[in-house]
Structures are given as structure tokens and as C-alpha cells.
């Protein structure tokens, strides 16, 4: 018996099978980091077959980046007001969402900058890590990058400023376990600020 689609809806099969695909996905990145995350592991304990996660997923760089999207999805450029008012807005999101997600939102940012928690890499690994650091870079400091170019003056580094921003985030979730709270986040902002 074959099933027949109606023209211009979508086959609730392909939803269902995104969802398993990436919920094995999520858990696996949660469990045990990026390297736990094989197309082998996946295929495995959501029970889809390899070829219909291809489908989906053309790539384990491109699952994987679904997966963090999942965990911790990426900000938005906040819109209106002064370069610090937007500043502060985007800081106080980040704070929330490290917050709320600590681990997750340090393995998002190591995946950044190539740290992966394991052993030297092999070949294919490092170009599965390069192309995961590019998808996450471009995904995750867009915001910052669109807000840091109406903050900072002319040929300032964008990628230091955001490190000096972030970086006292994560501090303080994971290494102080304390919360970024408005007042400390403006303290941060206009601190920047008075140094760009």
C-alpha cells in the first residue's frame, strides 16, 4: 500500500523522524560532548536509518550544529536604542542564557575556538571540527558582531571585545556559580565601554 501526499502538505513522517534524529542527537552532545555525536550513534539510539538522517542532515557538522541549536539556540541582534542600551540588552540575553544552560553554552564556546575535550584529533576530525567552529562562529557571534561595529571604534577587534564580554559570563556561571545579574552585566557593558 503506498501512502499518496496531498499536494502542498507535508509528510508528518519527515517531522517525526527530524525530531528523533535530533533529540538522540541533543542527548549524545549532552552525554558526551561533540565526539559522542556520530552519524553511528545517532542512527542507533533514534532508531532512524542512516539513509533518512541524510536526508535531513547532510553531514555530521550539519547535525551537530542542529543539535546545538536545540541546547542553546543563538540570540538575536537586539534592535533600537543607544550602542549601549543594545549592547547591555544582548550581554544580559547571553548571561540568561549561560545561566540557564552553563555546560552547554562552555561546549558551544570551546566548540568555537576548537576545543573538543578529547585527544588529538585525527584528520577527518579536525575538518569536522574547523567546519562545526565556522557554523558556530558565524551562528552564535553574529549578534555580537552586528553590536560591537556601532561600539567599537574603527579597526578595534571585534573578536577580543566579544571574548571580554562573554568570557566573564562564563566565568561566573561555571567557575564562580554565580549569576550575571543586570547590575553586574551593566557594570561589564559600560567597563567595555569605557575602554574601546
Known sequence: MTTQQVPGRRDPRLDRSRSAILSAAVALLSEGGVRAVTIEAVT????VARSTLYRHFPNNTELLA???RELLPPLDPPAGGTPRERLLRLVRAQAGQIEGAPAMAALVWTAAIGLDGGGAPDEGERGRLAALREHVVDTYRRPFDAVLADCLPGEEDVDFGAARLVGPLLFNALILRRPSDAAFCARLVDD???RA
Open 44 to 47: 542507533s539510539r533514534s532508531g
Open 66 to 68: 542542529a543539535a546545538f
Open 192 to 194: 567595555f565601554l569605557a
